[in-house]
């Protein structure tokens, strides 16, 4: 079998973990009693909450997946709706529910999805607060990638900040954890994306390319 590496900011269980990316967690103020709820598109925006005291039964809570739904609920979110995966699938989700209040959008520095700016056009108020920031982890630069690995990605910026240390291959399988992180590949022969916006998603397909594909 082909070795599966995860590039991404956290390891998963049954795959090589590349840690090429750092996160800085900011503390920016805020008032949680002005919005009627927030969204959360990453795990690392429900660790930043851990600076801030707010109560959770006063907010809904939109998560831009089932992952990162099923972490606000173990951090104590109750009224929770879940996306497609997708930023894309956040504005859709504000409108059918007829959400008239402001929102607050717990979000990295950097983002890859336009979705806030499609919310407002559809008349929905979303306040933004960059509470963490992603950097490339220079210190990720000592492992040995094989020639017939499989790789999976996880974001645009995991693909930057691997492509400032290693080459990808003509003999690697890429896969990406969605449509917007496949297509932020320029140059790669083909990108196997997996049938859900998930880490468990992307890296059983690539345990199965590894399993049932040769690169030679």
Request: a neutral charge; glycine letters at 6%; one cysteine or more.
């Amino acid at each position: 079998m082909r070795p599966v590496y995860l590039i991404s900011k956290t390891p998963y269980e049954g795959v090589i973990h590349i840690p090429i990316l750092t996160i800085s967690f900011l503390n920016p103020t805020i008032d949680f009693t002005q919005y009627e709820g927030i969204i959360l598109t990453s795990k690392q925006a429900l660790i930043a909450l851990e600076n801030y005291t707010f109560t959770w039964d006063t907010l809904h809570c939109i998560c831009v997946s089932e992952s990162t739904a099923e972490a606000a609920r173990q951090a104590g979110a109750v009224h929770v709706e879940t996306g497609d995966g997708y930023g894309k699938s956040i504005p859709g989700m504000l409108s059918a529910k007829k959400r008239n209040g402001k929102w607050l959008y717990l979000r990295p520095k950097v983002i890859a999805s336009e979705w806030v700016e499609t919310a407002r056009g559809q008349g929905i108020s979303v306040d933004e607060a960059v509470v963490y920031e992603t950097t490339c982890n220079k210190e990720a630069n000592t492992y040995h990638i094989e020639k017939d690995a499989v790789l999976v990605f996880t974001s645009p910026s995991s693909i930057k900040c691997f492509c400032a240390l290693y080459s990808i291959l003509p003999t690697h399988s890429i896969v990406a954890i969605g449509k917007t992180t496949q297509s932020a590949f320029q140059n790669a022969k083909e990108v196997f994306v997996s049938p859900q916006a998930s880490v468990a998603s992307a890296v059983q397909l690539a345990q199965e390319i590894a399993q049932n594909s040769s690169p030679f």
